[in-house]
């Protein structure tokens, strides 16, 4: 029988590292699908190993948690140091919010919160740099971020976009290690779950209402996914493009 090529375990993988049980990769998750990929979920916090190479992989996304790149557990330490492997074998890598700042922390530079306590819950400005601007030419003017702390440059990153409270709000490491802190995996489900059961972060100082979150969505939401869009297609393409991953056996999820 000849296999049917659209089977999952026939497609490129791609590693998604989560950080909570209930967690889903959202809309990143829903792009990578469409466009051939299938989804290797793990969540080192809960026992799930890393692979020693990503050999069999096309990238690897680390998302979001409640956690801090600077906590002490045993997991936030080997997964920040684990990234050497994507950086080493220069896989395309995306780290969103702790994703972005455990990248900060393995190449040497500080995450910390803001001096007067100010956090980004809510939908804050965005500006692109020059360089932003040549990856891609269109950015969203407001993205959505829930996020108390914050990171250094690293040295050898290249700065693509920032924002007031917290400067650097998407880096790019060599040639395919992106990091970003703001969250254009967002689904409208992950929003009603998020702003539920963290209402409380939400009376933090710089915080927005529950309400601007959502109005903050219908106004701005197009041009976040849009930018995800063409984001997407630079950094990993289409699983029918993708030549750098080889099949093998995988853990799949439907994302929200």
């Given at each position: 029988?000849?296999?049917?090529?659209?089977?999952?375990?026939?497609?490129?993988?791609?590693?998604?590292?989560?950080?909570?049980?209930?967690?889903?990769?959202?809309?990143?998750?829903?792009?990578?699908?469409?466009?051939?990929?299938?989804?290797?979920?793990?969540?080192?916090?809960?026992?799930?190993?890393?692979?020693?190479?990503?050999?069999?992989?096309?990238?690897?996304?680390?998302?979001?948690?409640?956690?801090?790149?600077?906590?002490?557990?045993a997991f936030i330490a080997r997964e920040t140091d684990w990234l050497d492997v994507p950086l080493r074998e220069e896989k395309p890598f995306l780290?969103?919010?702790?994703?972005?700042?455990?990248?900060?922390?393995?190449?040497?530079?500080?995450?910390?919160?803001?001096?007067?306590?100010?956090?980004?819950?809510?939908?804050?400005?965005?500006?692109?740099?020059?360089?932003?601007?040549?990856?891609?030419?269109?950015?969203?003017?407001?993205?959505?971020?829930?996020?108390?702390?914050?990171?250094?440059?690293?040295?050898?990153?290249?700065?693509?976009?920032?924002?007031?409270?917290?400067?650097?709000?998407?880096?790019?490491?060599?040639?395919?290690?992106?990091?970003?802190?703001?969250?254009?995996?967002?689904?409208?489900?992950?929003?009603?779950?998020?702003?539920?059961?963290?209402?409380?972060?939400?009376?933090?100082?710089?915080?927005?209402?529950?309400?601007?979150?959502?109005?903050?969505?219908?106004?701005?939401?197009?041009?976040?996914?849009a930018w995800l869009d063409a984001f997407l297609d630079r950094w990993i393409g289409r699983a029918d493009t993708c030549t750098s991953a080889q099949?093998?056996?995988?853990?799949?999820?439907?994302?929200?």
């Amino acid at each position: 029988m000849i296999p049917d090529p659209k089977e999952p375990a026939e497609r490129p993988k791609v590693l998604v590292v989560l950080h909570q049980e209930t967690s889903t990769p959202g809309r990143v998750g829903q792009e990578l699908l469409r466009r051939g990929f299938a989804l290797d979920i793990r969540r080192p916090r809960f026992g799930d190993l890393l692979p020693e190479t990503l050999a069999g992989h096309a990238g690897v996304v680390v998302f979001g948690g409640p956690m801090s790149a600077n906590d002490t557990d045993a997991f936030i330490a080997r997964e920040t140091d684990w990234l050497d492997v994507p950086l080493r074998e220069e896989k395309p890598f995306l780290g969103i919010c702790l994703g972005a700042q455990m990248l900060a922390r393995n190449l040497g530079a500080r995450v910390y919160g803001h001096d007067d306590g100010l956090v980004e819950i809510g939908y804050y400005d965005l500006e692109a740099t020059e360089a932003g601007r040549q990856l891609l030419p269109k950015w969203p003017g407001k993205v959505y971020q829930w996020h108390r702390e914050g990171f250094d440059l690293p040295a050898g990153a290249e700065l693509l976009a920032t924002g007031d409270t917290y400067p650097n709000q998407a880096i790019r490491v060599g040639p395919c290690a992106y990091g970003i802190q703001f969250h254009p995996e967002l689904t409208y489900q992950m929003m009603v779950r998020w702003t539920t059961r963290g209402a409380p972060r939400m009376a933090l100082p710089g915080a927005r209402n529950r309400r601007d979150h959502f109005a903050g969505r219908f106004a701005f939401d197009p041009a976040v996914k849009a930018w995800l869009d063409a984001f997407l297609d630079r950094w990993i393409g289409r699983a029918d493009t993708c030549t750098s991953a080889q099949s093998a056996p995988q853990m799949t999820q439907a994302a929200e």
